[in-house]
């Protein structure tokens, strides 16, 4: 597989954005995770002595992109049932909104509203397709973007960039980014996937999520975030034909590559999609 671009070019495009630090908790928890034998009590502990961090896991676990059937009633409960890593990446979702919000000029909750959809559709699909862990999809969806948020406090011009971006027919997503602001938010995401230590596979996919040439030819990157990648991109797509009865021109790039990712015709996809718009209803 060949290797991520190296970081100091990489570096050298975050262009002033500063990358808010990893929460002491996940530090600590990841910490306990690497263990050979992770103590469940003591990451319960660990949970449990945020008031707010353990209810929002609660709420979150007993939510239907998790829901296993059983009401949950415990953080001990949700790690014993939904497993330790689900949890975490749990923890992760709602220590990302913690630390990006607040500071942008205009209200950020559309995009955590999209981005906490995303999150529930790819973990459907994950399901549906049995191409990626649920839970890991789920991290991934909420993920994905989280560049934005950081774009957005240091350039005034984010969002009108965003929506050129959105636009664009014959060019990457990222690449209107690069030429009007010097930087994009796959590059910004990649380096706080990093900086949170979160898996390799998250950050990388982070990172690729708008070249959707990867998806094409195996080996560019690791299976896993090829496979988020296109699930990711079929979500967000699902989610604005449901809202707006319209697609846009990122499934019009995307769409090829990411039926022959998922062995699926255009037909087979729009039936998927049809199913889903139903589940969302």
Known sequence: ?????????????????????????????DAELRKAHCDQREVARLITQDVA????????????????????????????????????NLIVGHLLRVALTGGQDFSMERFWESSAQ??????????????????????????????????????????????QANQAEDRLFIDVEDGLLGTNHAVVGYFLARRWQLPDFIAEGVLYHHD?????????????????????????????????????????????????YFNLSLGAIDDLIDDLRDWLD
């Open 212 to 260: 959707y040439s990867v998806l094409s030819k195996s080996g560019l990157i690791s299976e896993t975030a090829r496979a988020l990648i296109g699930i990711c991109v079929l979500a967000e797509h699902v989610i604005r034909l449901h809202s707006s009865g319209d697609g846009e021109q990122e499934w019009a790039k995307a769409a090829p590559a990411t039926c022959a």
């Open 118 to 163: 995303t999150a529930r559709i790819s973990a459907e699909l994950a399901r549906r397709l049995r191409c990626a862990r649920p839970d890991v999809a789920y991290t991934f969806g909420l993920f994905h973007d989280c560049g934005i948020p950081l774009l957005v406090k240091r350039f005034r011009q984010t969002k009108e960039v965003l929506a």
């Open 1 to 29: 597989m060949n290797p991520v671009p190296e970081e100091k070019l990489l570096l050298g495009m975050l262009n002033g954005v500063d990358i808010p630090p990893c929460p002491a908790i996940l530090v600590e928890l």
């Open 53 to 88: 961090l353990s209810g929002h896991v609660m709420l979150i676990a007993n939510s239907p992109a998790f829901s296993t059937g059983k009401q949950l009633d415990s953080v001990m409960q949700a790690i014993q049932v939904l497993g330790l890593q689900s949890v975490f």
